[in-house]
Protein backbone atom coordinates (compact mmCIF):
# COMPACT_ATOMS: atom_id res chain seq x y z
CA UNK A 1 0.00 0.00 0.00
CA UNK A 2 1.16 3.57 -1.14
CA UNK A 3 0.45 6.16 0.98
CA UNK A 4 0.83 10.55 0.26
CA UNK A 5 2.20 12.26 3.47
CA UNK A 6 2.41 15.60 4.65
CA UNK A 7 5.38 16.84 7.49
CA UNK A 8 5.03 19.56 9.12
CA UNK A 9 8.43 21.10 10.42
CA UNK A 10 7.16 23.87 13.56
CA UNK A 11 11.29 25.51 13.77
CA UNK A 12 10.76 26.16 9.86
CA UNK A 13 7.33 26.80 9.59
CA UNK A 14 7.39 24.41 6.37
CA UNK A 15 5.62 21.26 4.91
CA UNK A 16 7.24 18.24 2.96
CA UNK A 17 5.11 16.23 0.67
CA UNK A 18 5.98 12.85 -0.22
CA UNK A 19 5.08 9.32 -0.61
CA UNK A 20 6.37 5.84 0.83
CA UNK A 21 4.85 2.12 1.62
CA UNK A 22 6.03 3.13 4.86
CA UNK A 23 5.16 6.17 6.74
CA UNK A 24 6.71 5.18 10.19
CA UNK A 25 9.89 4.51 8.40
CA UNK A 26 10.10 7.53 5.91
CA UNK A 27 9.33 9.90 9.37
CA UNK A 28 12.72 8.42 11.01
CA UNK A 29 14.77 8.91 7.92
CA UNK A 30 13.58 12.37 7.34
CA UNK A 31 14.51 13.19 11.07
CA UNK A 32 17.88 11.28 11.29
CA UNK A 33 20.74 13.55 12.46
CA UNK A 34 23.02 11.44 10.03
CA UNK A 35 21.03 12.33 6.63
CA UNK A 36 21.69 15.17 5.04
CA UNK A 37 19.19 16.56 2.65
CA UNK A 38 16.70 18.97 1.99
CA UNK A 39 14.94 18.38 5.01
CA UNK A 40 17.68 17.42 7.08
CA UNK A 41 18.00 21.58 7.46
CA UNK A 42 14.17 21.92 8.94
CA UNK A 43 14.53 18.97 11.59
CA UNK A 44 12.20 17.99 13.46
CA UNK A 45 9.54 16.99 11.43
CA UNK A 46 5.88 16.23 12.22
CA UNK A 47 3.46 13.70 10.57
CA UNK A 48 0.35 15.94 9.58
CA UNK A 49 -1.43 13.45 7.60
CA UNK A 50 -1.00 9.99 5.27
CA UNK A 51 -3.59 9.51 2.62
CA UNK A 52 -4.48 6.03 0.94
CA UNK A 53 -3.28 6.07 -2.42
CA UNK A 54 -2.99 1.90 -2.97
CA UNK A 55 -1.25 -0.40 -4.49
CA UNK A 56 0.22 0.97 -7.53
CA UNK A 57 3.46 3.15 -7.19
CA UNK A 58 3.26 4.71 -10.37
CA UNK A 59 -0.13 6.81 -9.81
CA UNK A 60 1.40 7.46 -5.93
CA UNK A 61 4.21 9.32 -7.95
CA UNK A 62 2.13 11.03 -10.13
CA UNK A 63 0.12 12.41 -7.49
CA UNK A 64 2.96 13.71 -5.45
CA UNK A 65 4.55 15.18 -8.95
CA UNK A 66 1.04 17.14 -9.30
CA UNK A 67 0.43 18.62 -5.84
CA UNK A 68 4.14 19.58 -5.96
CA UNK A 69 3.52 21.09 -9.20
CA UNK A 70 0.84 23.52 -7.83
CA UNK A 71 4.07 24.78 -5.20
CA UNK A 72 0.74 26.07 -2.93
CA UNK A 73 1.09 26.23 0.77
CA UNK A 74 -2.89 27.02 0.85
CA UNK A 75 -3.44 23.79 -1.05
CA UNK A 76 -1.21 21.46 1.30
CA UNK A 77 -3.42 23.24 4.18
CA UNK A 78 -6.68 22.64 2.78
CA UNK A 79 -5.22 18.80 2.07
CA UNK A 80 -5.34 18.68 6.01
CA UNK A 81 -8.37 20.58 6.46
CA UNK A 82 -10.45 17.57 8.08
CA UNK A 83 -13.77 19.08 6.36
CA UNK A 84 -12.11 19.23 2.77
CA UNK A 85 -9.24 17.16 2.63
CA UNK A 86 -10.19 14.23 2.09
CA UNK A 87 -12.43 15.33 -0.89
CA UNK A 88 -9.82 17.13 -2.26
CA UNK A 89 -7.65 14.14 -2.29
CA UNK A 90 -10.12 11.72 -3.79
CA UNK A 91 -10.84 14.59 -6.50
CA UNK A 92 -6.85 14.30 -7.37
CA UNK A 93 -7.15 10.37 -7.85
CA UNK A 94 -10.29 10.44 -9.48
CA UNK A 95 -8.49 12.60 -12.33
CA UNK A 96 -5.06 11.01 -11.77
CA UNK A 97 -6.87 7.56 -12.21
CA UNK A 98 -9.88 5.34 -13.07
CA UNK A 99 -10.23 3.85 -9.84
CA UNK A 100 -10.25 5.20 -6.70
CA UNK A 101 -9.39 3.92 -2.84
CA UNK A 102 -11.36 2.56 -0.73
CA UNK A 103 -11.30 5.36 1.24
CA UNK A 104 -13.29 7.98 -0.80
Known amino acids: MYFIYILYSPSSDKYYLGCTEDVSKRIFMHNNPI ?8 RPWILKKAFKVGNNKTLALKIEQKIKKMKSRKYLEQLLDPEVGQQLFCDLLTISSSSSTPDC
Open 35 to 42: RTSYTSKH
